[in-house]
């Protein structure tokens, strides 16, 4: 099959978030009992070189923070002076797209004005530049969800 012209624009295979938000390109990505499969990225400077917007992916499978580092610690509030975000919340059940299926903590703002949002129905966050957020909890995940993550510049 002869390569498209566009082929510079087509990401067929996701690089995945390493260390210190440094992209992988492994040959096969391993998710084999996983909750979750982190951030799965779709789109970046580094993969499509004429955008400066970020698109990733991951699926969640059962109760996890997201955020969580190797210690066990949790991610603490953190913020993007430069773009703002979207973190897009899907269900996957065919029969009602609105049930996400699960139970997700999601914490907006810092310090005393910091309130945690439940998400319990297929939603979306609009986070604009310099609003804190995160933590991330999954709970009570009773088939897999989808979370899909837009940093707009």
Same mark, same amino acid.
């Given at each position: 099959m002869t390569e498209s012209k566009y082929e510079k624009y087509i990401?067929?295979? +996701?690089?995945?978030?390493?260390?210190?938000? *440094?992209?992988?390109f492994p040959e096969k990505i391993h998710t084999e009992g996983k909750v979750d499969t982190g951030p799965l990225v779709w789109r970046s400077p580094e993969l499509i070189k004429e955008t400066n917007s970020y698109l990733e992916h991951g699926i969640i499978s059962g109760d996890i923070i997201v955020g969580e580092d190797s210690l066990g610690g949790i991610e603490k509030s953190h913020k993007h002076d430069n773009f703002s975000e979207i973190f897009l919340f899907v269900g996957t059940n065919p029969s009602d797209p609105t049930d996400l299926g699960a139970e997700a903590e999601f914490y907006l703002g810092e310090g005393e004005e910091q309130e945690k949002i439940i998400i319990n129905t297929s939603s979306s966050i609009y986070i604009p530049p310099g609003m804190a957020h995160f +933590?991330?909890?999954?709970?009570? &995940? *009773?088939? +897999?969800?989808?979370? &899909?993550?837009?940093?707009?510049?």
């Open positions: 990401v067929r295979r +996701p690089a995945i978030m390493g260390k210190g938000g *440094k992209l992988e +933590p991330l909890t999954w709970k009570k &995940v *009773k088939r +897999p969800c989808i979370l &899909v993550v837009a940093r707009c510049c």
